[in-house]
């Protein structure tokens, strides 16, 4: 049985070996194994000196943490040139159907705020999960385009 979640946001500088190789790990078992797309995840995005990487992680009675959450965000400039953008936005299979998908989203949203303030926010999402962003005041503002052979939609928060 894990305790709550403890959050954290790092700059690709702060993250120790461990973190890096936590969320690398997840990014591949997430994308690449479980939804089989197969893409360029090492993209130079990470170490941005503004990028930001939201890690959360539950620790057991056995004092073991393991990385159950994870996204980056990015500055202005590396995804969109007019907006900040989230993404790799992924949680552990174990996990899922908890609400650590609500708890990521609304970290996300507040270190967007702390970090890039009052600037909009343009996301790709998969098209099944545009109701999910919906809920984060994401609207979508393209039609579906396919991203790694998966379908995609824009989406922007002002």
């Not at 907006?83 to 609400?99: E, F, L, M, P």
């Not at 984060?136 to 039609?143: E, H, L, M, Q, T």
């Amino acid at each position: 049985m894990t305790n709550t979640i403890q959050w954290q946001i790092k700059s690709f500088k702060e993250l120790s070996l461990d973190e890096l190789y936590d969320f690398l790990k997840l990014r591949i078992d997430v994308f690449v194994v479980e939804q089989t797309c197969f893409y360029p995840d090492l993209d130079n995005a990470d170490r941005h000196p503004d990028t930001r990487h939201l890690l959360g992680y539950t620790h057991s009675k056995e004092q073991t943490k393991q990385l159950v959450g994870y996204l980056r965000i990015l500055p202005k400039g590396q995804t969109y040139e007019n907006y900040i953008s989230i993404g790799r936005v992924a949680t552990t299979a174990n996990k899922r159907g908890q609400g650590l998908g609500h708890q990521l989203m609304q970290q996300a949203l507040q270190a967007c705020q702390k970090y890039f303030p009052q600037q909009e926010i343009k996301i790709s999402a998969q098209e099944h999960l545009e109701k999910y962003y919906n809920q984060y005041g994401f609207i979508k503002i393209s039609a579906m385009y396919l991203e790694d052979d998966i379908p995609h939609i824009a989406m922007l928060k002002q």
